[in-house]
């Protein structure tokens, strides 16, 4: 393989800092897809090395290091960032350097640009199949929490108002700072145990979500008094959190390590094998190695060095992820998933007890939510190649 020819990619994801728990699994994710690109033929006999950045999980560090890496005009596209604070702090870097960001994490929707890919679900593909699940087998009395943001303010919206669309009812809401005391998350709990929901709707992230579900277990609560159903707690989570304090509550992703379709139980095996410890594998994993080998997929058939050239390789092509094909829609550059809803078992694991039958067409640009209105949408939701 040729080394003085070498293909650059930046890869910007925490080491450190409040969302480290789980921009390390999509680290480790984008290592080994990388290794595994090398090991068969690189992009097109030139190896692909990453160049790495720990932005520490503060948005202006993710800004200065997106327009470090894309300086010198070796790197054009950056794999990266996690919440939607990081992912916005980098766009006009972006756009100024006419560089490409992929982003593997799940967000409120509402954004679109030439310079971004984004492969993880929005509000019309995971927040509605949760309430639908929530509204046919549980109570549909709930409390909102999370992290004090943009993500978990629309997302908490988003789902008050399917919650309320099916008959429910919201009985409180309340988001706290990311460096929000022990005392806090005291009076956090103390006020869910006044209003007594049957569901809690947590959209805490990083930090926060390990000290959410501690507070939570420390009040004496689990799953059986009042279930905490999530779009982020997942398996790197709950290995940082305890399954103690996580075990019989709700998390609904687009992937779970506990598939049991053939590739994914190979690709455990795989990475168990060369790495000698199994991945910390979660939804964020998946759609990391995926976004890696699509870009991959994009450079082999085109130009390494050009933008548009990338991006419409990724957009001719589809991809066999863990979760199921996907691709990415053209219309709006954010990508088909396949939701899944898991409870926690024990082991850390989920078992999981729903998912759709095809891949949900992303739409994340819709004003209002109503569960009323996802019977006509249903129809229009199943692309070609499922």
């Given amino acids: 393989m040729k080394r003085e020819d070498s293909v650059h990619i ?40 990453p160049v790495y950045r720990d932005p520490a999980g503060v948005p202006a560090a993710y800004q200065a290091m997106a327009a470090d890496l894309l300086s010198d005009g070796k790197i054009k596209v950056i794999l990266g960032c996690y919440t939607s604070s990081q992912r ?26 030439e310079n971004i890919i ?5 509000p019309n593909q995971n927040s509605v199949f949760l309430a639908q699940y929530l509204l046919k087998h549980h109570a549909p009395r709930i ?19 399917l919650i309320r669309s099916g008959g429910g009812e919201v009985l409180g809401e309340r988001y706290l700072s990311d460096t929000a005391s022990p005392a806090e998350f005291d009076s956090l709990i103390k006020d869910i145990l006044r209003c007594a929901p049957e569901i809690i709707f947590n959209n805490f992230v990083g930090q926060s979500n390990l000290d959410f579900y501690r507070a939570y277990k420390g009040h004496g609560l689990d799953a059986s008094r009042a279930m905490v159903c999530s779009l982020t707690t997942s398996e790197a989570d709950i290995q940082e959190i305890g399954t103690a304090a996580t075990e019989g509550h709700i998390t609904a992703a687009t992937y779970f390590a ?3 379709n053939p590739a994914n139980i190979a690709m455990l095996a795989r990475y168990e094998a060369a790495m000698g410890e199994p991945p910390a594998a979660n939804m964020c994993w998946d759609a990391a190695y995926t976004q890696t080998h699509m870009v991959a997929q994009a450079m082999r058939t085109g130009s390494t060095d050009n933008m548009d050239s990338i991006r419409a390789g990724i957009l001719d092509a589809s991809f066999d992820a863990l979760q199921g094909r996907i691709s990415i829609d053209p219309s709006n ?13 024990s082991d850390g694991q989920f078992d999981i007890v729903d998912q759709t039958d095809a891949a949900i ?26």
């Fill in 10 to 49: 930046g890869v910007m994801f925490s080491q450190t800092g409040w969302t480290a728990v789980t921009e390390r699994s999509m680290l480790a994710a984008t290592t080994f897809a990388i290794d595994e690109i090398n090991q068969t033929g690189g992009i097109n006999g030139r190896e692909l090395v």
């Fill in 88 to 113: 916005k702090a980098v766009l006009n870097v972006l756009e100024r350097a006419a560089g490409l960001l992929c982003y593997p994490a799940q967000y409120e929707g509402f954004e679109y640009s």
């Fill in 118 to 122: 984004y492969f993880g679900a929005v």
């Fill in 143 to 161: 409390y909102i929490v999370g992290s004090d943001y943009v993500w978990p303010r629309e997302s908490g919206r988003i789902m008050g108002d």
């Fill in 258 to 260: 506990s598939q049991t």
């Fill in 333 to 345: 550059l954010h990508c088909h998933v396949w939701p899944k809803i898991g409870i926690a078992r």
């Fill in 361 to 386: 067409r992303p739409d994340p640009y819709r004003t209002t939510y109503s569960l009323a209105s996802e019977d006509q949408d249903a129809a229009i939701a199943t692309p070609e190649w499922t």
